[in-house]
């Protein structure tokens, strides 16, 4: 069982930086697949990035790539991702999503995450 929180949503300038964070609870955190999904209004919750259990490989949609970095602190159980150069069609609710026999390279479908948490909303202005 783990229990995920996201904070650092908010309201930008397109062009700025935000940083996500997501609080995980449970004892073995470093044994999940880690990632991020968004919705934006009226559209299908998509996949953002994946990151593997040891921090090491990182994956990201097209859209996002060049642009966000996914990473995380085993340490801290906490994942991030920093996303520079924002535009517009990012404003989204972005999800923090975990599951153990995910694969970070090969799973972006949201129904191979079992764990997510409740979003943290990303406006960004134009």
């Known amino acids: 069982q783990v229990q995920l929180v996201e904070s650092g949503g908010g309201a930008v300038q397109a062009g700025g930086s935000l940083r996500l964070s997501c609080a995980a609870s449970?004892?073995?955190?470093?044994?999940?697949?880690m990632g991020w999904f968004r919705q934006a209004p009226g559209k299908e919750r998509e996949f953002v990035a994946a990151?593997?259990?040891?921090?090491?490989?990182?994956y990201y949609a097209d859209s996002v790539k060049g642009r966000f970095t996914v990473s995380r602190d085993n340490a801290k159980n906490t994942l991030y991702l920093q996303m520079n150069s924002l535009k517009p069609e990012d404003t989204a609710v972005y999800y923090c999503?975990?599951?153990?026999?995910?694969?970070?390279?090969?799973?972006?479908?949201?129904?191979?995450?079992?764990?997510w948490g409740q979003g943290t909303q990303v406006s960004v202005s134009s």
């Open positions: 999503v975990a599951d153990q026999h995910a694969a970070a390279g090969r799973s972006k479908e949201v129904y191979e995450y079992g764990y």
């Open positions: 449970g004892r073995t955190f470093s044994s999940y697949t």
């Open positions: 990151i593997t259990r040891s921090g090491i490989s990182t």
